[in-house]
């Protein structure tokens, strides 16, 4: 029998009623059907963002939001602090390679946190810094960063904004943009919001606006002005990708109906269970200091190859897992655990894990981590 199961950090995998929603006949996104869809889903994103700024959607990968929160926010001279502690930390600096805007790197061992105090004197060394850009959740090491820390310090500086890649962030655990003082928020659309790939999210606050004001970097499509005005007549600027709109707002419906704060617990849970089941095999975690509640790197044992222990998952019990990459290719897997999951389907990632960690010859008793990720899940 041929059955699939994604547990990749994105994409994920999708609930029936946004599947079915997607399916059904298409809709023009410039009559009335679609802008009152369209209203529905900027509320239900607020709620999201935990924001009361309008969240900006645009039909691209996440990658897309990124790129337009370094050319609308910074201006030509301008120089910008790019936490580095993984492919995604990587990212942020090339885009600023990109439109010509020096940086300074803080680099981060991989599988470890940003110290915010590095930040905090980077900042002060350099008055030129109009920007911070860091992830949430370093989706390639399975670190999460310390957010609410780093907003403290960069709220201090009047004219420099904390920018937040939370594209495994938003919707696993807690980052109330306002209430902390992030400044501009990303997302995208195949990870906890439970859609397809193809939407990009990002919320401003009156901070960031301002510096849009100022900023001289060229942009067409990643227009932040231009969407925002079409926002607040429920349009997108362009073509948008009407099917997953149709199947956002079903997701948002589905988030809204379950509660945040339920949601995060939930992912909470099952990332406990997740480390608790790896570390009763004998693995070590990748991020065992600050792990990010969205997916689990796991070190493979000594002897195992990284690689062909991730294609053993796929060829025998149908599941995607990530391998690692760049430093860490083939010495980790990352088993996700953002959006649409729930206790049993960690049972089940688990004890495909041990089967195949028993052929390979790792020493343990089979049944070990399944057991230990019950004991989290029935606590
Ligand atoms: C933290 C993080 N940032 C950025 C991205 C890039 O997003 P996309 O591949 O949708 O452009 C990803 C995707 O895996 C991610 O996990």
């Known amino acids: 029998m041929d059955k699939k199961y994604l547990f990749s950090p994105g994409p994920t995998m999708l609930p029936p009623e946004v599947l079915l929603k997607m399916a059904e006949p298409i809709m023009h996104h410039r009559e009335p059907e679609f802008e009152k869809l369209f209203a529905e889903i900027r509320e239900g994103l607020k709620y999201l ?30 120089r910008a602090l790019v936490v580095r502690g993984g492919k995604f930390g990587e990212r942020w600096g090339e885009i600023c ?53 780093i907003a403290e310090i960069v709220k201090q500086y009047e004219n420099t904004v904390l920018v937040v890649d939370a594209i495994t962030g938003i919707g696993v655990f807690d980052l109330p943009m306002d209430q902390w003082g992030i400044d501009v928020l990303v997302s995208g659309s195949q990870k906890a919001l439970m859609l397809p790939p193809g939407l990009s999210f990002v919320a401003l606050s009156d901070k960031a606006w301002k510096l849009v004001e100022r900023s001289n970097l060229p942009k067409f499509y990643f227009d932040f002005k231009k969407e925002l005005k079409s926002a607040q007549k429920n349009q997108n600027a362009f073509t948008p990708a009407i ?30 269970a997740t480390r608790a089941a790896v570390k009763a095999l004998g693995l070590e975690l990748y991020a065992p200091d600050s792990p990010s509640n969205a997916l689990t790197a796991v070190k493979v044992p000594e002897g195992i190859p990284g690689g062909k222990l991730k294609n053993l998952f796929f060829e025998k019990f149908g599941i995607t897992v ?54 989290v899940l029935m606590e």
Request: net charge neutral.
């Open 243 to 272: 099917s997953l709109f149709v199947g956002l707002r079903e997701s948002l419906r589905l988030i809204q109906k379950e509660g945040l704060e339920a949601v995060f617990q939930r992912h909470e849970k099952l990332a406990e």
């Open 97 to 149: 390679k990109a439109f010509g805007i020096e940086f300074v790197p803080i680099d981060v061992a991989w599988g470890e946190a940003v110290d915010p105090k590095k930040i905090r004197e980077k900042l002060k060394a350099d008055a030129s810094i109009r920007a911070v850009y860091t992830q949430a959740s370093e989706t390639s090491t399975g670190v999460r960063h310390p957010i609410k820390e």
């Open 49 to 78: 963002f935990q924001t009361k700024r309008e969240v900006l959607i645009f039909t691209s990968s996440g990658t897309g939001a990124m790129e337009g929160a370094v050319s609308n926010i910074l201006a030509k001279g301008d």
């Open 322 to 375: 990530a391998g690692g990459q760049d430093q860490a290719k083939g010495k980790i897997i990352r088993i996700a655990h953002l959006g649409y999951y729930e206790r049993l389907d960690m049972v089940m990632v688990i004890s495909a894990l041990e089967m195949l960690l028993k052929e390979m010859g790792h020493p343990f008793e089979l049944g070990t981590g399944v057991r230990a990720a019950e004991a």
